[in-house]
């Protein structure tokens, strides 16, 4: 084998700086199909996790999974939005993207964990809430809407982590926490790049320079004060290699966790309403 | 005396609104039928079609002038400046002119004012600004509202009207969905009503948030409701949408609203739902 070879070389030896991933760059990763996905880092992250299913509505919707998880000798209830990474996942899953029943799935959920004072992590990877027919008939606004309500309400703390695609208000209905964090290649946006270019520049090829415009990258939006936390991707995370970041966010949530405790409900509440206040 | 002058200058906006109107012509071409319709007799008949029905979009003054007690008006927040949180080009230009052209400072017009003696916390979405989006300062004036009426004890009523979110303010605009959201929550936990009207269109980020969380959420006869735009929808799912798809009846029929109700009777509805919440007994 050379041993030239691009493997075989620490690319830190070398005095040059690697050039910045650019937003629309990150948008490719974030949106990649070997990107770590919701049931990735609950499995790398948590001791338990018990899968709960259902609305009580009107079905159970892969798109959004939920369940009761431990960590840290803590129960805690995790939910998230989850993506398929071949067409007959994606057939359970729609892309991530949550039809109503997946945001009354989770805000069930939640309303079940308030009740028992778990607190409650979500992870959000979502391209947007899930356009139909269907959905728009059974209520896809009143859905998201009810969470953003019900979520400002909620008595026990909530901590949001954007793993992938933060896609509008479809990520926003899993968003109205105490603290939002980050990963470093995530996105989160009012709508897509390529959407945003069509509406406003009638162009939708003109996306990359859309995301550079939208302050989409978790950089950005730390200035903005819309996250409280960045998390590093050394390398981009992937299903393969997320074990050194679950293992950091294990860290950085039980510190969470820790924080929380003991603070008094109407506290929770009223830091919560407080954060969103200042937008 | 403050309450004269308010008569006042609510009664001179209005007329000012109608000669502004009728200058444009005695005439107007009604869009659903085409007809040509004298503007007067479209003034009187609260800007609805004398020869089809068709319900015009209507300016927010006008529309408080329909619903209100005449002269009760007191507008709140007239004046916040439009924010530019992504420096998005030309945007500020943009919105002096909207400014210009629509006597309005934003999208929302917000205040308290009297329907049948019942005090309540009002505001209207114009879709003539930006059409009715929500960003930084539509999101501010609402949930200052909402929180000036949790303290006030007042009912809050809302107009929706609103293509969804501003998109030249990015994510800042998305943040609004949930500031506004939780301030209903908070007026909700102290016991008082909200109604929220739905009137042509309400879509997007609006739909999403404080239009579909009324305690009893009423609609304007064929208004077009719903969280994706028809042509959004169309674009994904590659087939024509039914006719009347997202339609105020489409959304009463799948449970989603409380009630259509007609121009004519919506102050009549409005006074009757403010009084069953015992509105009125705080005063």
């Known amino acids: 084998m050379d041993e030239f070879e691009m493997e075989t070389m620490d690319i830190n030896e070398f005095d040059v700086e690697l050039p910045k991933a650019t937003a629309w760059d990150r948008v490719l990763i974030a949106r990649s199909n070997d990107r770590a996905y919701t049931m990735d880092y609950i499995n790398g992250i948590f001791d338990n996790f018990m899968k709960l299913h259902g609305d009580r509505l009107y079905g159970d919707d892969g798109a959004m999974v939920g369940g009761i998880a431990s960590i840290d000798g803590q129960f805690v209830t995790v939910i998230g939005q989850q993506k398929g990474r071949n067409l007959k996942e994606n057939e359970v899953c729609h892309f991530g993207m949550p039809n109503p029943e997946g945001y009354r799935k989770a805000l069930r959920l939640m309303k079940q964990a308030e009740k028992f004072n778990r607190p409650i992590i979500c992870f959000i990877d979502t391209p947007g809430a899930f356009c139909g027919m269907e959905a728009e008939e059974r209520g896809q606004g009143e859905a998201i809407a009810r969470n953003l309500y019900e979520m400002a309400g909620i008595t026990v703390p909530i901590l949001s982590i954007v793993i992938g695609e933060g896609g509008s208000g479809g990520a926003l209905a899993l968003g109205v926490a105490n603290e939002v964090w980050m990963l470093e290649n995530a996105t989160y946006s009012i709508l897509s790049p390529e959407g945003f270019a069509s509406i406003l520049w009638k162009d939708s090829k003109r996306a990359s320079e859309a995301a550079d415009t939208m302050k989409i990258t978790a950089e950005e939006l730390k200035e903005l004060q819309v996250v409280e936390k960045v998390i590093e991707e050394p390398l981009p995370v992937t299903a393969e290699n997320c074990e050194d970041t679950c293992e950091m966010l294990r860290k950085e949530m039980i510190a969470f966790l820790k924080k929380y405790k003991g603070m008094k409900k109407e506290d929770i509440v009223e830091e919560r309403y407080r954060r969103f206040r200042n937008y | ?196 009207v739905l009137t042509d269109p309400t879509t997007g980020g609006v739909t999403a948030s404080f239009a579909m969380l009324g305690d009893v959420i009423l609609a304007e006869p064929k208004a077009l409701i719903g969280f994706a735009g028809p042509r959004v929808i169309e674009q994904t799912i590659h087939q024509k949408l039914p006719e009347g798809f997202q339609s105020a009846e489409f959304l009463l029929e799948h449970g989603m609203i409380d009630k259509i109700v007609s121009r004519k009777k919506m102050r009549k509805v409005l006074h009757y739902l403010l009084l069953s919440s015992g509105a009125n007994k705080a005063h």
Not at chain 2, 120 to 146: P, Y
């Open chain 2, 1 to 196: 005396m403050l309450f004269r002058k308010q008569e006042r200058q609510s009664k001179k906006m209005l007329e000012n609104y109608h000669k502004e109107q009728l200058s444009e012509g005695l005439f107007q071409k009604c869009e659903a039928c085409n007809r040509i319709v004298y503007t007067e007799d479209v003034i009187e008949d609260y800007h609805i079609c004398p020869s089809c029905g068709h319900y015009f979009r209507v300016a927010p003054m006008e529309r408080l002038a329909m619903v209100l007690d005449q002269g009760s008006f007191e507008e709140w927040d007239k004046d916040l400046e439009t924010k530019n949180p992504l420096d998005f080009p030309d945007y500020e230009k943009k919105v002096a002119k909207m400014k210009q052209n629509t006597g309005l400072s934003e999208a929302v017009v917000t205040g308290k004012g009297k329907i049948g003696g019942v005090e309540t916390a009002i505001g209207v979405m114009s879709s003539k600004f930006l059409m009715g989006s929500m960003g930084m300062i539509v999101g501010e004036k609402i949930t200052n509202m909402v929180e000036r009426a949790t303290k006030e004890k007042l009912p809050v009523i809302l107009f929706c009207c609103s293509g969804g979110a501003r998109m030249q303010e990015g994510i800042m605009s998305l943040m609004q969905m949930a500031k506004t959201s939780q301030a209903l929550k908070k007026h909700d936990q102290a016991g008082l009503m909200y109604i929220s």
